[in-house]
């Protein structure tokens, strides 16, 4: 399976209690509609914890979201389609900044 792993930051003026809400709320039940979907997971940090033996960046994350594809040309279609244009562009209400990564995921321990 092919992997779109996002991590999402809020706009400023949203707290982040009210950033959750919205998204569990309202953007991702939009995601419904998009029948490439197979599965979509949403994390959202409770700790960033630090290692003395390996330097931290600075990173900011209100959350992870984690969409499954069953391969690349259904990612594609579903990128290129009216659904997602309607989830992404309900997303960029509330996101202040987004970085997208599409993985191959590879499962050690299920």
């Keep these: 399976m092919i992997k779109s792993l996002s991590i999402l930051t809020r706009k400023p003026e949203l707290t982040v209690e009210a950033f959750r809400k919205v998204w ?3 953007h991702a039940p939009m995601v419904h509609s998009v029948p490439e979907v197979r599965r979509y997971v949403l994390s959202f940090p409770l700790a960033e914890p630090t290692r003395p ?3 931290t960046p600075e990173v900011r994350c209100d959350a992870i979201a984690e969409l499954w594809y069953d391969d690349m040309a259904s990612l594609q279609k579903a990128a290129a389609s009216a ?3 309607r989830v992404t562009d309900n997303g ?4 202040g900044s987004i970085k ?7 499962g050690i321990i299920r």
């Design 24 to 26: 569990l709320e309202e």
């Design 53 to 55: 033996d390996v330097p």
């Design 83 to 85: 659904a997602m244009k």
């Design 92 to 95: 960029a209400k509330y996101l």
């Design 100 to 106: 997208t990564f599409v993985m191959e995921e590879i």
